[in-house]
């Protein structure tokens, strides 16, 4: 179980969040929408403990948040973040050497079926490739909680659409939960169980999708737009 | 392919929907074996845990029973069957009907109408 407690964020004088209180439990996809700049990856980095909090307590599964969290927390980046001159298969290696609980063959099942070359040079794939080839270091690992910051943007919809595929085929909801950010909501909906939505460091409100629909009639989009107009 | 799903309904009863139409369009015969959890949400790109929500709304309704390790499957049970055929049939009346209501129609102009048209159908063929 993740837990935040009063957490709060300054950069220099900017406040990032606000003084936010949020439990999340095992075994679900959670969304954390908001606008640009609303606090989402703020979030996130504090989980996987690469920022302290200015303020308050964030604990996972009891323990608090440092850099030696990342044993149970798997974090993907909005930015690339390899060596650009390594292969494909250099760049898995990397990750299998760094993480204990890098599961090798879970990794080639993914790449066989993201379509990737082993041997091509991360700075020779496409984009898309690029993404891909995140989602398949991040997910081959067999961590509880997995989070991601926007896995979906900037890519084409071939690639959101074997990116979501891949998210549902090699996560174990069993025994991980996933946290992501996005703003493309219509495709991430029907994967998601829960939404949090955050506007200017504060969470507005915390949802399950299913709810949404059956008890305000509402896409995610259209309960979004309603929220933060209010 | 993933089809898309309507915004405003539950993404479980929607896929419960898919499913009962299968069935009674024969795609998936009694006694078959539905596709696991995960296989059905990566089929149609949902959560698992919607998937499972679907399966244990079909079962509840006995449309579909769990066999221990070894799946999901549709009842062989034919009363069950020709009920949900009848449902559906009167849920797809109800909506004709109101619709045609809201536009004015009698019911004579509504059986009339169904019954012309159904004819010259017919004839077509």
Request: hydrophobic content about 35%.
């Amino acid at each position: 179980m993740i837990q935040l407690e009063g957490v709060t964020k300054r950069y220099l004088t900017k406040k990032a969040l606000d003084g936010i209180s949020l439990q999340i439990e095992p075994g679900h996809i959670v969304g954390l929408i908001g606008s640009n700049g609303s606090g989402k990856s703020t979030t996130l980095k504090l989980i996987a403990g690469l920022l302290r909090p200015t303020r308050g307590t964030v604990l996972v599964d009891g323990e608090i948040a440092n850099r030696r969290i990342c044993r149970k927390v798997a974090y993907l980046s909005e930015l690339d973040t390899y060596y650009s001159f390594f292969t494909v298969k250099q760049t898995v290696d990397l990750y299998e050497q760094t993480f204990i609980d890098f599961n090798r063959k879970k990794a080639e099942e993914m790449l066989d079926f993201m379509k990737l070359d082993r041997s091509q040079k991360v700075k020779h794939l496409s984009k898309g490739n690029r993404g891909r080839l995140k989602i398949v270091v991040t997910l081959a690992r067999e961590v509880p909680f997995i989070l991601m910051d926007e896995p979906l943007s900037g890519l084409d919809p071939m690639v959101r659409s074997s990116i979501i595929k891949g998210l549902i085929s090699f996560i174990d909801l069993e025994k991980q939960t996933v946290i992501l950010t996005t703003h493309e909501l219509q495709e991430i909906e029907p994967l998601l169980d829960t939404v949090i939505l955050i506007k200017n460091g504060v969470i507005l409100e915390r949802e399950s999708v299913e709810d949404i629909r059956c008890n305000e009639n509402l896409s995610l989009v259209d309960w979004m737009v309603e929220k933060y107009e209010q | 392919m993933a089809q898309s799903f309507n915004p405003s309904v539950p993404i479980y009863l929607q896929l419960c929907e898919r499913i009962k139409n299968k069935i009674i369009r024969g795609e998936i015969g009694m006694g078959e074996r539905l596709p696991s959890v995960r296989d059905m949400a990566i089929d149609s790109s949902v959560n698992p845990n919607t998937v499972q929500r679907t399966y244990r709304e079909l079962e509840d309704s006995g449309i579909v029973a769990k066999k221990r390790g070894q799946g999901t499957f549709v009842t062989e049970d034919p009363r069950i069957l020709e009920k949900m055929r009848e449902e559906l049939k009167i849920s797809h009346i109800r909506l004709f009907v109101s619709e045609m209501r809201e536009m004015g129609y009698s019911s004579t102009e509504m059986l009339a109408g169904l019954k012309d048209y159904l004819d010259t159908k017919e004839e077509d063929q």
